[in-house]
């Protein structure tokens, strides 16, 4: 007999339902999601920091990349 896995409630069916709550924690958090228009010569660079550094993952390149930027000012 093939028993079923058990999933956690909260456990997104659709990967819509799953980006919809990464985005309304984002924005609660003051974040947001980014889009970024990149040409092919630009993308086979951050594939290739990704690939080297980052396990083939952009989001974690770029994120590294915006943590390494300095904070902005703060205007009174």
């Keep these: ?19 919809e709550r990464q985005r309304r924690a984002l924005a609660d958090a003051g974040g947001g999601r980014v889009e970024a228009y990149l040409d092919a010569g630009e993308l086979a ?20 990349l915006v943590q390494q930027l300095p904070a902005p000012e703060e205007k009174i």
């Design 1 to 19: 007999m093939v028993a079923k896995k058990q999933v956690p409630a909260n456990y997104d069916y659709t990967g819509a339902d799953r980006v």
């Design 45 to 64: 660079k951050l594939d290739a920091l990704a690939k080297v550094a980052f396990k083939g993952s952009r989001r974690a390149a770029l994120k590294s």
